[in-house]
């Protein structure tokens, strides 16, 4: 055996073991190669002992580094045949996760989709307007006088002499009573306009949720009085208390407001109620019989009527006691609703 034989050894030994597809291949190479008992190194060392003295340092350095050469060689492969078998998506749980931020309904959302949940129990459909209303549907059907300080253009946005941006969601009323006959029992939530400088509890663009039961069978205070306690206990929970105080609507005959005990001190007074206990959450009253005549309705129907704040609720719901952070669109106020 010479020396050049050992190399070209060695190249047919690292090329059969590149080509080595798996672990049972790999081993057979190793036995082959390095096995104790056949394996051909460990008999070309043995053989060193026929070799002549002066010849014998170059072979057996020769035969050293074809041995090193065989054995990485078989060990680089055993590893990467194994990380070729192994399953393709291996799952690596000490990789950070995909993190994605969570949403939340906003609380004006909440308080709309919610009112809608507790009245659709009691038979109320939803009911829908545009927020660019006639002056008849917003202010004159709704028995409203000419000279009414609310259609003041220093009040209310007016786009031309007839078409204003609605001020309250009271003109929904008049378009459902116009297009359908009692019994009609719907809720209409929407966007309202007004020309209110903006602080911690107005703004120039707020939320409404109408309300309007009208029939042929007799409707009293007290059937609107039991409705709207039950609307208050769903939403504010069952210690909440619910009050009337005597009013004025044009539309409305007798009207009252309606408060809501606070939710946040539970009455004793605090930041949210200034310290009243009490939250004016709507205004209400029995359907003036004027406003089933400018609707073409008999004066003899029966009906009760209210319209609540939206940002109100939403306000005493969750203690917050400046309405602009509901619109102030920071995330850092809003996640707080998570
Ligand atoms: N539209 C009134 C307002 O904006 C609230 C209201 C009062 C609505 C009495 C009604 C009602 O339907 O009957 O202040």
Redesign the pocket.
Known sequence: MTTAEISALQAEALAEIAAAAAPDAVEALRVKYLGAKNGLLPAMMKGLRDVPPAEKPAFGQALNALRSAVSDALAARKDAVAAEAAPREAFDFSLPGNWRPVGSIHPVSEVIEETTRIFAQLGFTVADGPDIETEFNNFDALNTAKHHPSRDARDTFWLDPERLLRT?T?SV?IREMLAHKPPVRIICPGRCYRRDTTDATHAANFH?I?GLYVDVVPVSLADLKSTLAHFAREMMGPSVQVRFRPHF?P??EP?VEVDFSCHVCKGKGCAVCKQSGWIEVA???IVDTRVYEKVGYDRECYGY???MGVERIAMIKHGVTDLRLLYANDLRYLREFL
């Open positions: 309250q009271s009323q409404q109408e609507f539309f409305t009207s205004g209400a009253g009527a209210f319209g």
